[in-house]
């Protein structure tokens, strides 16, 4: 067992040959943590900016020995263009004024190739106040600036690449456009010989061959709504549809439609029923279009009816929204097909949809249509028994 | 009788048009482009003139805006046939004169006929240029 003083006096010694050996030992070991470094170049310069000191980071990014550039002045690691303009002495000014400058630029190796360094220079005083030289710390970020290079390069293609594709998909939208003119004027030239025929303004013609050319007047028919369609969708998607929406009774619009396709609905002995409000609705929409959208959804209705049929048409109005709808006892949807109804080039088979042709693209400008407005279309049908279209909108700013 | 300036670049379209106008007794003219309209308006005055847009040498709007029939020939119609369909264009004929828009590949001779009747007797500006029959069937 030791006793107290025997205890004092050991540790007391030991304390003393501690402090001994910590003084020479810690300026040796933290020489040789700085110099065995390697992933940062750090070294001393003296005031006047000649290499003091040199480690193993140091060493490997710049490629130096110790011997060779101990005494050298540090602005043999800059680009020439750099030390033209004096940097080197520059980044030695602001870190005596400031105490410490950071900087991120190119360097240059002993063998000539350039690195991407960051820098940390500051500068080291006397107690007195003297200078006595700056500690230098860099670290190679070449393969960050590589890669931040790569990225601005990448975006910058992908930027060029999207300018491209816009000016590719112009051309294409002006291609459809002038195709679709241009298609229109034989196809219109066919309508007014066969219609001088048709019409009787030649003379009478035999039954047979009547047929026969209404046969191709209709075939023809066909075709400029084909190309009517491709024209419209085209100007949709390239979004050059902008809405020129007026105060408008909406009443009206409805039973104008309904009025200009009462030939077709004669022609089908359907019945046609419409119920509107006795006063004028009035909706801020554009009356062009939107009498577009229920010109298609009326056609619809009686188109897929068979004949004897009956079409109802109402409007109602709640909470300043409209709603508008075309309801027919026709040959309906399956549930199925009612997702596909306003997708584009989408035709869903029926007993009727042979005979009744079409692009496919009716609704999905519809739809389109009575987006832009805000508004929405409901589809409720069941097979056999008939179909429910409902436009609803909001009656948009005007309430008058 | 109705004196008629059709003014059609398309050989296939202007021949068909004139044998359709002709039949129904209406007495047509023939212009090439808006220039030549141009210079057969100096010289004499229509009743209608069925005026298409794309033409070279002088376009439809072109020729509208040079003609200034509203002083020139107050009493002449012109219903500007095309089948473009951009509101733009539309708006543009409107602006320039026009007192109908209709699609050509709308009409039938005979639909054809009665507009030029219907433009001929009506008075300016009354007509409602999106109806039906004016504009393209839309389905």
């Known amino acids: 067992l030791f006793n107290g003083d025997h205890a004092l006096s050991h540790k007391t010694k030991y304390a003393i040959q501690k ?45 130096y020995n110790k011997e060779e550039i101990i005494g050298k002045h540090f602005s043999v690691f800059y680009p020439q263009e750099d030390v033209l303009r004096g940097k080197p002495q520059r980044v030695l000014n602001e870190a005596k004024k400031f105490g410490r400058v950071e900087d991120e630029g190119w360097r240059i190796r002993k063998d000539g190739t350039r690195f991407w360094a960051d820098v940390v220079v500051t500068a080291l005083y006397e107690e007195d106040g003297t200078l006595r030289g700056f500690a230098k710390v860099t670290r190679d970020l070449t393969e960050r600036k590589h890669m931040e290079d790569e990225l601005v390069r990448a975006n910058t293609q992908l930027k060029h690449q999207q300018e491209e594709l816009t000016i590719l998909n112009q051309v294409k939208d002006e291609f459809i456009s002038l195709a679709s003119h241009q298609l229109r004027t034989p196809a219109t030239g066919v309508k007014q010989y066969l219609g001088l025929l048709l019409q009787g303004f030649l003379g009478d013609m035999p039954k047979e061959q009547k047929e026969i050319l209404e ?24 979004g050059k549809i902008i809405l020129k929406k007026a105060p408008i009774d909406i009443t009206n619009v409805l039973k104008d439609v309904i009025a200009e396709q009462n030939d077709s609905f004669k022609k089908r002995q359907q019945n046609i029923e419409i119920q509107v409000p006795p006063k004028a609705i009035v909706a801020n929409i554009d009356s062009r279009r939107f009498r577009m959208v229920l010109d298609n959804l009326v056609d619809n209705a009686s188109k897929y009816t068979p004949n004897g049929g009956e079409i109802k048409v109402s409007l109602k109005h709640h909470d300043g929204c409209l709603c508008i709808e075309i309801r027919d006892n026709g040959v309906g949807i399956k549930e199925e097909d009612i997702s596909k109804l306003f997708t584009k080039f989408t035709r869903i088979g029926n007993m009727l949809s042979d005979e009744v042709g079409g692009s496919g693209l009716g609704l999905y400008w519809a739809n389109k249509v009575v987006q832009l407005h805000n508004g929405y279309i409901e589809v409720e049908s069941k097979v056999d028994k008939g179909t429910k279209f409902s436009v609803i909108i909001p009656r948009g700013e005007s309430n008058a | 009788m109705l004196k008629l300036l059709l003014v059609e670049d398309e050989e296939i379209l202007r021949d068909a048009y004139k044998s359709v106008l002709k039949s129904d007794g209406i007495e047509v003219y023939i212009a090439h482009h808006g220039l030549e309209a141009l210079e057969k308006c100096q010289h004499d005055k229509y009743d209608v003139i069925l005026l298409d847009l794309m033409m070279p040498e002088l376009d439809g709007i072109g020729f509208l805006n040079r003609a200034k029939l509203k002083q020139t020939a107050p009493q002449t119609k012109v219903i500007v046939f095309s089948n473009l369909t951009s509101g733009e264009i539309i708006t543009k004929a409107f602006e320039h004169g026009a007192n109908n828009y209709v699609l050509k590949s709308d009409l039938s001779p005979k639909e054809l006929i009665a507009v030029v009747k219907k433009v001929h007797t009506q008075h300016q500006n009354n007509d409602n240029p999106f109806s039906r029959n004016n504009l393209q069937k839309q389905r």
């Not at chain 1, 046969?215 to 390239?238: F, T, V």
Request: glycine share 4%; charged share 25%.
């Open chain 1, 215 to 238: 046969k191709a007047y209709a075939s023809n028919e066909r075709q400029i709504e084909l190309i009517n369609d491709l024209l419209r969708i085209a100007q949709l998607d390239a």
């Open chain 1, 19 to 63: 402090d001994n050996v910590s003084q020479t030992d810690q300026i040796e070991r933290y020489r040789l943590l700085v110099e065995s470094i390697q992933d940062y170049a750090i070294f001393l310069l003296d005031p006047a900016g000649n290499v003091a000191s040199w480690n193993a980071g140091a060493k490997r990014f710049k490629g």
